[in-house]
């Protein structure tokens, strides 16, 4: 592989989620409410978290229920497409790509991190394969036509054919299918990145997965280093580019069978 992105932190912010602010009386109201929900909370198992329930009290959180809440997209900046354009110019044509990566995700509710880091791969078209560090077991594999994301703490894994998937969207940039057609687009002014812009990015269609994207990219050589994944009840998964390489990666990288004792769940 050969590196075409440095492992240099290229001036990113230290720290760019705002601190939590004490629960009011209706939010523990609420919090207490949302326990006894019957679908899944936030998880930050995978690359992109499942939606959350916390924010429906009834409990009956759905893919409609959540992604008919999420704004229209409004008209792109003219310039802030452009640099996106940009973007693409230099990630799409590229056949083959490996990265280094730290994750931290951020539940908005109890204020809480958790952090991982690991490797990824990704191969034209729809291939990908994500390696998290020890004591990290979690795995994400792509064949290019099915997605698996394994939980290793709950020895658990779903499944969908990656044209379903979130991984398209937000992760266009790598997957190779850009991020220039997927999001209406407008910088982000309170954010400080020197030496780079930061774009928000709305879906221009409302998914169940995330509400906006951060993409913070190197003005210079429009490099993404940063995407921040936000999604309806304002949890954040943060990835921070460290290498960026390019070279042939074998065809087993995408070949997944699921453990021994592994259950596989609905998405």
């Given at each position: 592989?050969?590196?075409?992105?440095?492992?240099?932190?290229?001036?990113?912010?230290?720290?760019?989620?705002?601190?939590?602010?004490?629960?009011?009386?209706?939010?523990?109201?609420?919090?207490?409410?949302?326990?006894?929900a019957?679908?899944?909370?936030?998880?930050?198992?995978?690359?992109?978290?499942?939606?959350?329930?916390?924010?429906?009290?009834?409990g009956?959180?759905?893919?409609?229920?959540?992604?008919?809440?999420?704004?229209?997209?409004?008209?792109?900046?003219?310039?802030?497409?452009?640099?996106?354009?940009?973007?693409?110019?230099?990630?799409?044509?590229?056949k083959?790509?490996?990265?280094?990566?730290?994750?931290?995700?951020?539940?908005?509710?109890?204020?809480?991190?958790?952090?991982?880091s690991?490797?990824?791969?990704?191969?034209?078209?729809?291939?990908?394969?994500?390696?998290?560090?020890?004591?990290?077991?979690?795995?994400?594999?792509?064949?290019?036509?099915?997605?698996?994301?394994?939980?290793?703490?709950?020895?658990?894994?779903?499944?969908?054919?990656?044209g379903?998937?979130?991984?398209?969207g937000?992760?266009?940039?790598?997957?190779?299918?850009?991020?220039g057609?997927?999001?209406?687009?407008?910088?982000?002014?309170?954010?400080?990145?020197?030496?780079?812009?930061?774009?928000?990015?709305?879906?221009?269609?409302?998914?169940?997965?995330?509400?906006?994207?951060?993409?913070?990219?190197?003005?210079?050589?429009?490099?993404?280093?940063?995407?921040?994944?936000?999604d309806?009840?304002g949890?954040?998964?943060?990835?921070?580019?460290?290498?960026?390489?390019?070279?042939?990666?074998?065809?087993?990288?995408?070949?997944w069978?699921?453990?021994?004792?592994?259950?596989?769940?609905?998405?």
């Amino acid at each position: 592989m050969v590196p075409i992105i440095s492992s240099a932190p290229a001036n990113l912010p230290a720290d760019d989620v705002p601190p939590a602010p004490p629960p009011s009386a209706s939010a523990a109201v609420k919090k207490a409410t949302a326990k006894k929900a019957t679908a899944p909370a936030a998880s930050a198992s995978g690359p992109i978290a499942a939606p959350s329930a916390t924010a429906v009290t009834s409990g009956s959180a759905t893919v409609s229920s959540v992604s008919s809440a999420a704004p229209a997209a409004a008209p792109s900046d003219p310039a802030a497409m452009a640099l996106a354009k940009r973007t693409d110019a230099f990630y799409v044509p590229r056949k083959s790509l490996s990265a280094r990566f730290k994750q931290e995700f951020y539940i908005r509710s109890s204020g809480t991190k958790k952090t991982s880091s690991g490797t990824m791969y990704f191969v034209r078209p729809g291939k990908m394969s994500w390696r998290y560090d020890a004591p990290n077991g979690n795995r994400v594999v792509s064949d290019g036509a099915m997605v698996r994301v394994y939980d290793a703490d709950a020895q658990q894994y779903t499944e969908q054919p990656i044209g379903n998937s979130e991984y398209p969207g937000a992760l266009g940039f790598l997957t190779g299918d850009g991020i220039g057609s997927q999001f209406s687009f407008a910088f982000h002014e309170k954010v400080t990145f020197p030496g780079g812009k930061v774009l928000v990015g709305t879906p221009l269609q409302p998914n169940p997965w995330y509400r906006s994207v951060l993409f913070y990219i190197d003005e210079a050589t429009a490099h993404i280093r940063r995407v921040v994944i936000i999604d309806a009840q304002g949890n954040r998964n943060r990835f921070d580019f460290e290498t960026l390489s390019e070279g042939e990666i074998p065809a087993s990288e995408f070949a997944w069978s699921p453990p021994a004792g592994a259950t596989r769940v609905a998405r």
